[in-house]
C-alpha cells in the first residue's frame, strides 16, 4: 500500500488512528472513491483527503475481506457497518470552522462595471433590468472602499457586467487608482470577449492586471451568432470572439470558455468542441469547460424530466471526454483542504459591488437582496445571514461520496436542485483528478531517478 497524500492538516492529529476491533465486520467509508490505475486501485477519501494506491493482490482483499488491511481501518478508509458517517464529518466540518482564522478583511471583489452590454441573449438572467454603467465617482468611492477594507492584503478584482468591456473606461480609471494607492491586485474577467481589441489588451496586460477571463461560446458560428443576438450589424461576432481568444492566449491572459448545454444546442456543442480543437491545436492557457442549465432562469423552468435531464448529461460526459482529449480541459488538483463554505455568497472575505455602489453577497443578486453600501460601515447582518443558510438534507445525503464538500445554499440558483447527474459528474471529475494526480508522481519518480542515474 502506498500513501500518496496523507489526512490533511490538522485531522491528522485530530483524527487519531481508528482501533481495529476483533470480529467486527467493516465497509469504505461512504466518502472514498475508488479508481482503477495500471499499478491497482486508487482510493481517495472526501473527507480526509488522504490518497492511497492498493497493489492488484490488496485491492482483491479490499473487495472480498476488507479486515484483513489494518491500516485501510486505521487511516478510516474502512469503518464498522454500523459507523455514522455523516455525523463524523458534521464534526470534522465543525472543528474545521473553529480553527479557521476569520477573515479580518475584504480581499475578493465582484465588481459590476456596468449592468449594460453588447448582446442580447435569450437566457440572461438581468434580462429586463436597468443598464447602469459605474460612474467615476463611484468607482472613487469603491476603490476608497477597497483600500479600507483590505487593509494592505493582496486584492483580486473580478470585473463583471453586463460585460464589463462595455465600460472599460471605468476599469482603467480604478487600476490607476489602485496603483497610485500602492495596493497589490490582480483581476480576473467574465465577458463576452468581443470587444478584446490589441489595444485593450495592452491595457490588460500593463494596467489591470489581467490573469484569466471566462468567455461563453453557445454554439458554433450560426448558433453562436443567433444565440448571442450582438447589437451590432453586419459583423460575423463569432470569428471576432474566435479571433480575440487567439489574442488574449498570444498574450499570455488565461481563457476558460465556458459551453452552457441543454435540450436545445447539445448536438452542436459536440460540433464546437471538434472545432475548437482544430481552431487552437496548441491549447496552452486555454480551458474549456460544460456547463448544464439546471437553475432556475428568467423565463427558463430547469430540466425537471429524468429523462431528459439524463440524455443532456449524456452529451454533456461526451463532450467532456472530446475536450479532454484535446488537451482543453483545466487539470484541477485533488482538494487538500477541509471545505467549510460553498462559494462567494458564504465567504466574508467576499463581496459584489453594483454600479450604484450596492454591496451583495452573489453575482446572480445585482438588483436585489444587498447587505451594505460602500458609503456605509453597516451590514444586514440577517440579509448576510441568508445567503449562508442551506437547504435541509435529503435522504440521498446519508451515503453521498461528496457530502464533505457539499452547501446547498438555499439563496444558491446554481445549486437549488441536487440532481443525480449532478453526483455523477461530481464523481467523475474527482476520478480524473485522482488520475492526474497519480500521473504526476509517477513522472516525479520517474524523472527522480533518471536524475539519480
Known amino acids: 500500500m502506498q ?27 461512504y466518502y472514498v472513491v475508488e479508481q482503477l490505475v495500471e499499478e491497482g486501485l486508487l482510493l481517495y477519501h472526501t473527507m480526509t483527503k488522504a490518497l492511497l494506491l492498493l497493489t492488484p493482490e490488496e485491492a482483491d482483499i479490499y473487495k472480498t475481506n476488507p479486515e484483513d488491511l489494518p491500516q485501510l481501518i486505521e487511516l478510516w478508509f474502512l469503518v464498522p457497518e454500523s459507523h455514522d458517517d455523516r455525523l463524523l464529518s458534521r464534526q470534522i466540518r465543525d472543528v474545521a470552522r473553529m480553527l479557521e482564522k476569520k477573515p ?14 453588447n448582446a442580447r441573449c435569450f437566457y440572461c438572467f438581468e434580462m429586463g433590468q436597468p443598464r447602469i454603467p459605474m460612474s467615476e465617482d463611484t468607482a472613487r468611492r469603491t476603490v476608497e472602499y477597497i483600500i479600507q477594507h483590505c487593509k494592505g ?9 453586463g460585460d464589463p468591456l462595455y465600460n472599460k473606461g471605468i476599469i482603467t480609471f480604478m487600476c490607476h487608482l489602485l496603483t497610485e494607492a500602492g495596493v497589490d491586485y490582480k483581476s480576473k474577467m467574465i465577458s463576452n470577449g468581443y470587444l478584446f481589441d490589441d489595444d485593450v489588451v495592452a491595457e490588460a496586460i500593463r494596467l489591470w492586471r489581467l490573469k484569466r ?20 450589424k453586419g459583423v460575423n461576432a463569432y470569428r471576432r ?6 489574442r488574449l492566449q498570444e498574450a499570455g491572459i488565461k481563457v476558460s470558455i465556458r459551453l452552457n448545454i441543454d435540450m436545445h444546442n447539445a448536438d452542436d456543442l459536440r460540433e464546437l468542441a471538434g ?18 442549465l439546471f437553475e432556475e432562469e428568467k423565463g427558463r423552468a430547469a430540466i425537471h424530466d429524468e429523462q431528459k435531464r439524463k440524455i443532456v448529461f449524456e452529451k454533456m460526459m461526451e463532450i467532456r471526454r472530446i475536450l479532454i482529449e484535446g488537451g482543453f480541459c483545466r487539470m484541477v488538483k485533488l482538494r487538500r483542504k477541509i471545505r467549510t463554505n460553498n462559494c462567494m455568497a458564504d465567504n466574508d472575505s467576499c463581496i459584489t459591488i453594483t454600479p450604484n455602489g450596492n454591496i451583495g453577497k452573489c453575482d446572480h443578486y445585482t438588483h436585489d437582496y444587498f447587505v451594505s453600501h460602500i458609503d456605509s460601515e453597516e451590514w444586514d447582518e440577517e440579509m448576510l445571514q441568508s445567503f449562508r443558510e442551506t437547504n435541509d438534507e435529503i435522504e440521498a445525503c446519508a451515503t453521498c461520496f461528496d457530502y464533505p464538500n457539499c452547501f446547498i445554499l438555499k439563496r444558491c440558483q446554481a445549486t437549488h436542485h441536487c440532481f443525480p447527474e449532478v453526483c455523477e459528474e461530481n464523481l467523475d471529475r474527482i476520478k480524473h483528478e485522482m488520475t492526474i494526480a497519480y500521473s504526476n508522481l509517477k513522472k516525479y519518480n520517474t524523472d527522480e531517478n533518471e536524475e539519480k542515474d
Request: aromatic share 12%; glycine share 6%.
Open 275 to 292: 472545432e475548437l480543437i482544430k481552431e487552437f491545436p496548441n491549447p496552452n492557457g486555454i480551458s474549456v469547460y460544460v456547463h448544464q
Open 153 to 161: 492584503e493582496k486584492v483580486t478584482i473580478m470585473w463583471y457586467g
Open 3 to 29: 500513501i500518496i497524500y496523507q489526512t490533511v492538516k490538522p485531522f491528522d492529529k485530530l483524527l487519531k488512528p481508528q482501533k481495529v476491533k476483533n470480529g467486527e465486520k467493516y465497509r469504505p467509508m
Open 213 to 232: 477571463v471566462q468567455i461563453t461560446l453557445d454554439g458554433t458560428e450560426e448558433v453562436y451568432n443567433r444565440f448571442k443576438a450582438y447589437i451590432y
Open 241 to 246: 470572439v474566435i479571433g480575440n481568444i487567439h
Open 104 to 117: 479580518g478583511t475584504i480581499t475578493h471583489y465582484t465588481i459590476m462595471t456596468t449592468t449594460d452590454c
